[in-house]
């Protein structure tokens, strides 16, 4: 075993991670529980929507070729001929010269062709000044200008967004196909290590990384099952691990992953499983693991809060994504300016927190022990394997978090 | 009764909504169930943390001016006086020209001030050649370098991110003080509606609306309760009103809203409470009702989703966020360059959705009963009341959602 750890670029650590096979059972959820969840096939639209053609506006339903010309000064005048019940089906057409009233959502009467909004007009007797000329179709949903029927309107893999619960529910999609929320297995390991109820004494730190990790894998569509913390025995450490393995669907484990010949979880994962990466060119985040136990995947990440974020964030996603069938696109970036100089080694990348505001992203430096850097950050800059760093006043792309 | 909206712009309903007296009341919950909840009470540090002063790498504990000079070519020459074991205090000092191993996360011994990564070292019999110089304080994190006790390490008024929860973790906040999710009542009003679970004859819609509200509601920390679909029944409508308000701490009221006659919203509001608002000159989304009934408040929305969904972007997230007791800063918006040319009109903030990527927000344009281009949109672009629009490539703002 040698003394160091050999690193592999997070690229490959990646591309490792999506080979690690992993199923993605399905189930049916309630769309009002559907929120967040991901679509496990694509989405048809049942119906064409609108089903009718329909005003967007309260106004009158006209021929657009009646306005031509219309003004303040010179408004077309237009006989009403009645108003349009909501849900009802217009008993009379528009003629020329004529219009009907119609609420939002009405259904367009045969002959009319745009609708006039309410303030662009003036009543006047039993008839309508318009004043502004129209464009055929204006202020006018076409029949199944939405969605027609049969299209797939939203596909599989999709992440359900607020937005998108809308166009399921439009769809009738009542009973939505989702992926079963994969239970993720987390252990903490050292000796070192208390509960947060306890108060720490000299060496020891409290389990921070349990809730990091649980919150985490929650956010990214997954059921954390925690362990607790697994004291550094052989055979303790053995037994968690087998259970945890045996119960969900993956484990991630905080600590124990460094080349300290005291940390085992490597030589323990090698021996029940296969190691498949220990060590990757990552800063923060360098002693991670990657591999495999009882069929289920296993990372070890590191024991540093901060360092583990970054793991979780760059690398353990993509498991999270893969497991949860997410074909989601990369996070979101935004660029920023950058406020001072950020030095980096080349051939590791590097992940820097920062606050971002107002288009200056300003580098939160800390060592990868601290919390406090890390909750005040609100996005990390990651500086490519290929760069030494940016230079003050470049613009540069942040992964928000 | 007038035959129009008086609109008032989008900074008058905004600050309408915020002077709606709203409680806040508190609840405890365990700490692995904070995230995404808001903090009623600012969390302070029990204990410095850390409680002292550690390796942040596995490695060697040195004195740093021993190192002074050292390379590949001249390495300093230590003498390796032991090991460090995790989680117990050093019982040897480190002395001049000595050096003891320390795993990540160990107690600093006792005349030591740097550490040493081992990757910077090689042994040499009973003694390390170390090949780097180190800076005083090296690889090291300082007793309570990263909080003190009884500093303010999160705020009142935070939304617990998935990094906060470490922090929460840290100082020992096992339960952790929040405010008590608000409930949100739903009703959809108009004739037009079906459930989601029935095909719309024509002239009919599905309630959409519902399901967005829901789903936007609860991913602001509020528990939604909907009142299902209420016919266009003057009787019907101000019992499900009374009920919802009775039942709930605020009321949004999907459809209803226009000035068209048949909607009564405003007139019930009016009569059992009072009316603030009535039109906000935003674009889509203008015949907005803002008001109180029973003691709560209670918001009107538009019947189309998508002109809803910028409601609940614009206004409704501001009430959301009173009563959750949130204090979030502004959402966060990303610089991009607009594709194409986007007219709006002066005297209104237009909302237009856009698709952003890599730097290039696409305006979707669509009528305000698309729901596709809603789905599709991963921002929103704010054209300010004050704009006649932007050019084609100009830089703008956009608010993701």
Redesign the interface.
Known sequence: MS??LSVVPVSEAVATVHRLTVQVPQETVP??EA?GRVLAADVHA??D????T?S?M?GYAVRAGDTTGAGDAVPAILTLRGRI?????PDLPVKMGECLYI?????LPEGADAIVM??NTEPFGDEILVKKPLAYGE?V?QYN???KRGEV??PRGRRI??????????V???DVPVTTRPKIGILST???LVP?????????????????I???V??HGCVPV?YGIVK?DRAIFEAALARAAGECDAVLISGGS???D??MAAAVIAEKGEVLIHGVAIAPGKPTIIGRCGGVPVIGL????AAT?VVLVAIVRHLLDDMTGSAVPEP?T??AKLAMNVPSTKGREDYIRVF?KD?IATPLFG??????T??K??GVLRVPAGSEGFESGSQVEII??
């Open positions: 003394l160091f769309l009002a929120c049942d119906v929507i609108p089903g009718f329909r967007v309260d019940q909501m849900g009802q089906t609420p939002t959502g009405g259904i309410a303030e202020n949903v200008e939405d969605f309107v939203l967004s607020v937005q998108d619960t809308g166009v399921l529910a439009a009738g999609c009542a050292g000796n070192e947060v109820t306890e108060i720490p004494r000299i060496g020891q730190v409290r389990d921070v990384n349990r809730y990091v649980a919150a985490f929650r956010d925690t550094d460094s080349k300290d005291r940390d590191p024991g540093h809060p974020f979101v935004i660029t971002v288009g060592k990868s022990g601290l919390l406090n890390l909750a950050s609100n928000l978090w």
